[in-house]
């Protein structure tokens, strides 16, 4: 009868034996996943941090993108309030000057007029006080003399016949207020069509990088004092003539270049900086290439967007408007995304996370090329980026040689 026993007490220790180990192989599976869990719940995590900050970037761009927007309206609109001030106080003085003309000449006729009513009186008093006298000798003397009517003043002419009529100028500016109020209806319609309201998109760099653009520098168009290398995709200021031949497109004072690629479409691309001031562009074509007046200078004109980046600040100018940018860090890595149809410019810090620098809203009416402004002892890098181009981008490019 023990045999038994010992044999049920064996197998019950078994038992346990396999339900230990199979709660403990589950708790490991389950601690590993735990682990993989919280693991890609802190991937999360990060990756949502990075978004955060990313989003704030973007929202603070927009803010600065909005109220440039709101100061360069205020300019405008201040300056063309000047202009109808000055339009209004010209009006003004050419209506005093002519009342003053036309006042001084009533007053002189006034003046013949009030003449000749005290000559008229006088003659008529010695009229007739001659015509008491009972000496005929002195009657028929003063009577020749007093007979002959005296000079008259001519008062059929019209004193204000060459002077405005105040019904006519009356109408004439309320005919200037109309069609001021309906052009400015017509130009804020105009505005308000192009202008629709921006999402912020929180754009990855693989996102990016498929509207990837590989450029090169324009030869035509590079100063004198920077020399081109690596298959003319780096740029640097050497201070020193490089001997180009004199060319019509050749920037002739300002240390610029331009791309041969334009870009259209949505296109994207990357670049390295280094030394103490550089400037990230984009211009139309059309720039000014001779001189050195604002007309050729990046970001002086209203051809041209430009982010200048030394090594303790960060701004971004268009026509001669500065807008500065809080800077963190020395940017040295930067990519640059055009939307040219929607009218967005993006400028992008790039390391292990991409950060928004600075984004603009406008309206391109011409194609774009980048272009850039080294300063001495500091260079500029096209990067090859390594994703080639999607199908869309790839169109687009062809596109922007077309439209070349």
Same mark, same amino acid.
């Given at each position: 009868?023990?045999?038994?026993?010992?044999?049920?007490?064996?197998?019950?220790?078994?038992?346990?034996?396999v339900?230990?180990?199979?709660?403990?192989?589950?708790?490991?599976?389950?601690?590993?996943?735990?682990?993989?869990?919280?693991?890609?719940?802190?991937?999360?995590?990060?990756?949502?941090?990075?978004?955060?900050?990313?989003?704030?970037?973007?929202?603070?761009?927009?803010?600065?993108?909005?109220? @440039? =927007? &709101?100061?360069?309206? /205020?300019?405008?609109?201040?300056? !063309?309030?000047?202009? $109808?001030?000055?339009? %209004?106080?010209?009006?003004?003085?050419?209506?005093?000057?002519?009342?003053? @003309? =036309? &006042?001084?000449?009533a /007053?002189?006729?006034?003046?013949? !007029?009030?003449?000749? $009513?005290?000559?008229? %009186?006088?003659?008529?008093?010695?009229?007739?006080?001659?015509?008491?006298?009972?000496?005929h000798?002195?009657?028929?003397?003063?009577?020749?003399? !007093?007979s002959?009517?005296?000079?008259?003043?001519?008062?059929?002419?019209?004193?204000?016949?060459?002077?405005f009529?105040?019904?006519?100028?009356?109408?004439?500016?309320?005919?200037?207020?109309?069609?001021?109020?309906?052009?400015?209806?017509?130009?804020?319609?105009?505005?308000?069509?192009?202008?629709?309201l921006?999402?912020?998109?929180?754009?990855?760099?693989?996102?990016?990088?498929?509207?990837?653009?590989?450029?090169?520098?324009?030869?035509?168009?590079?100063?004198?004092?920077?020399?081109?290398?690596?298959?003319?995709?780096?740029?640097?200021?050497?201070?020193?003539?490089?001997?180009?031949?004199?060319?019509?497109?050749?920037?002739?004072?300002?240390?610029?270049?331009?791309?041969?690629?334009?870009?259209?479409?949505?296109?994207?691309?990357?670049?390295?900086?280094s030394?103490?001031?550089?400037?990230i562009?984009?211009?139309?074509?059309?720039?000014?290439?001779?001189?050195?007046?604002?007309?050729?200078?990046?970001?002086?004109?209203?051809?041209?967007?430009?982010?200048?980046?030394?090594?303790?600040?960060?701004?971004?100018?268009?026509?001669?408007?500065?807008?500065?940018?809080?800077?963190?860090?020395?940017?040295?890595?930067?990519?640059?995304?055009?939307?040219?149809?929607?009218?967005?410019?993006?400028?992008?810090?790039?390391?292990?996370?991409?950060?928004?620098?600075?984004?603009?809203?406008?309206?391109?009416?011409?194609?774009?090329?980048?272009?850039?402004?080294?300063?001495?002892?500091?260079?500029?890098?096209?990067?090859?980026?390594?994703?080639?181009?999607?199908?869309?981008?790839?169109?687009?490019?062809?596109?922007?040689?077309?439209?070349?």
């Open positions: 009868l023990s045999a038994p026993l010992f044999l049920d007490s064996s197998v019950h220790d078994d038992l346990e034996l339900v230990f180990c199979e709660i403990h192989c589950y708790l490991f599976v389950l601690q590993k996943q735990l682990k993989e869990t919280q693991k890609t719940l802190q991937q999360r995590i990060q990756q949502r941090e990075k978004d955060l900050q990313q989003l704030r970037e973007t929202v603070e761009s927009h803010k600065r993108s909005a109220q @440039t =927007a &709101v100061e360069d309206s /205020e300019r405008i609109f201040t300056e !063309l309030i000047r202009s $109808i001030e000055r339009s %209004r106080s010209e009006l003004i003085r050419l209506i005093r000057d002519q009342e003053k @003309t =036309a &006042v001084s000449r /007053e002189e006729r006034l003046e013949r !007029l009030e003449q000749e $009513i005290n000559d008229l %009186r006088r003659r008529d008093a010695e009229l007739e006080q001659l015509s008491h006298t009972q000496d000798i002195q009657f028929l003397q003063s009577f020749q003399s !007093l002959a009517p005296p000079e008259s003043t001519d008062v059929n002419d019209d004193l204000f016949s060459s002077l009529s105040s019904d006519g100028l009356r109408e004439s500016v309320h005919q200037l207020r109309d069609k001021l109020e309906d052009f400015c209806k017509e130009q804020l319609k105009k505005i308000s069509d192009r202008v629709t921006t999402n912020i998109v929180l754009w990855t760099r693989n996102d990016l990088l498929q509207y990837s653009h590989q450029l090169t520098l324009d030869l035509n168009t590079v100063n004198k004092n920077l020399l081109l290398s690596d298959n003319n995709r780096l740029i640097t200021n050497t201070g020193t003539d490089q001997q180009y031949p004199d060319h019509p497109d050749r920037f002739d004072e300002y240390y610029q270049v331009l791309c041969r690629e334009s870009v259209c479409g949505r296109c994207y691309w990357e670049l390295l900086c030394g103490d001031y550089v400037s562009s984009v211009s139309y074509k059309s720039i000014s290439r001779k001189g050195d007046g604002d007309e050729c200078f990046f970001g002086s004109n209203d051809q041209s967007w430009s982010l200048f980046c030394s090594r303790s600040s960060c701004s971004f100018r268009h026509n001669n408007i500065e807008t500065r940018l809080p800077m963190k860090y020395i940017i040295r890595r930067i990519g640059v995304f055009v939307d040219h149809s929607a009218g967005t410019l993006s400028f992008y810090s790039v390391s292990d996370t991409m950060s928004l620098i600075h984004t603009v809203q406008t309206t391109f009416t011409q194609t774009l090329y980048p272009g850039f402004w080294v300063d001495n002892k500091s260079s500029v890098k096209l990067l090859m980026n390594q994703n080639r181009l999607t199908r869309d981008s790839t169109h687009n490019a062809l596109s922007c040689t077309m439209n070349q």
